[in-house]
């Protein structure tokens, strides 16, 4: 129940395209739900977060949609660049417990 | 600010030898993480510290690994005997836990090798 599932594990869009990732969890307790972004050779660093009181947030190109009801959200990224080519994490988190839970990680490439 | 300063950045010892992994978090953060990043088990908490204080450690794989933090701008985390299992990157990260903030900023990592 404490496991956020993610995917795909790889992924593959041409330049300028939508790059779509999605998460899934069980526990209805997480309230917090970030995206983290990780480049060859560093640690992961937070991209953009939601919290279930909204369906839609957007920064840019990065967008987060979360269906509570179906208990799933995902990241969309527009019009995808090279420079977008990391490694993406969701995860989830809750009041009670600050510990984040990750998902596995999805390798994004984008083609030139 | 620094950021989370991690040391060293690479490693590489022999298996049976005593590893320890340095930690400074952000000034002003009062939650510490330790993880765990290979290809196979991707990204694993290994152990936690609120106030200095450790709050989870379930995630530490054995007894041979411990974890401390002496104060709020220094942390260890202590591999003894290392086996090439062990080989992994390290990360550390720091947050401020309070007002409803949950970001984890991260180091940049310590490439283990052990051989």
């Known amino acids: 129940q404490q496991q956020v599932k993610q995917s795909p594990q790889s992924l593959i869009v041409q330049k300028g395209g939508i790059s779509i990732i999605n998460c899934a969890y069980e526990?209805?307790?997480?309230?917090?739900f970030p995206w983290y972004q990780q480049f060859p050779g560093k640690g992961p660093a937070l991209l953009i977060a939601?919290?279930?009181d909204v369906s839609e947030k957007k920064e840019g190109r990065f967008t987060i949609s979360f269906n509570k009801s179906a208990k799933q959200f995902s990241l969309h990224i527009m019009d995808s660049q090279p420079g977008d080519s990391a490694t993406y994490f969701c995860a989830a988190s809750m009041d009670s417990n600050y510990q984040l839970i990750w998902g596995a990680g999805t390798k994004l490439i984008i083609k030139p | 600010d620094a950021g989370v300063i991690q040391s060293p950045r690479h490693e590489v010892t022999e298996m049976g030898q005593e590893v320890t992994l340095r930690c400074k978090p952000i000034s002003g953060h009062n939650s510490l993480f330790w993880y765990r990043q290979t290809m196979m088990r991707g990204l694993e908490l290994l152990i936690y510290f609120n106030n200095n204080v450790p709050i989870d450690d379930s995630g530490m794989p054995e007894d041979r690994f411990s974890a401390k933090m002496p104060n709020a701008s220094f942390s260890t985390l202590k591999i003894q005997p290392s086996e090439p299992r062990d080989s992994a990157v390290y990360f550390c990260a720091s947050s401020f836990m309070g007002g409803g903030t949950y970001e984890q900023y991260f180091g940049p990592g310590t490439r283990l090798t052990v051989t």
């Open positions: 939601i919290r279930p």
């Open positions: 526990n209805t307790a997480f309230d917090y």
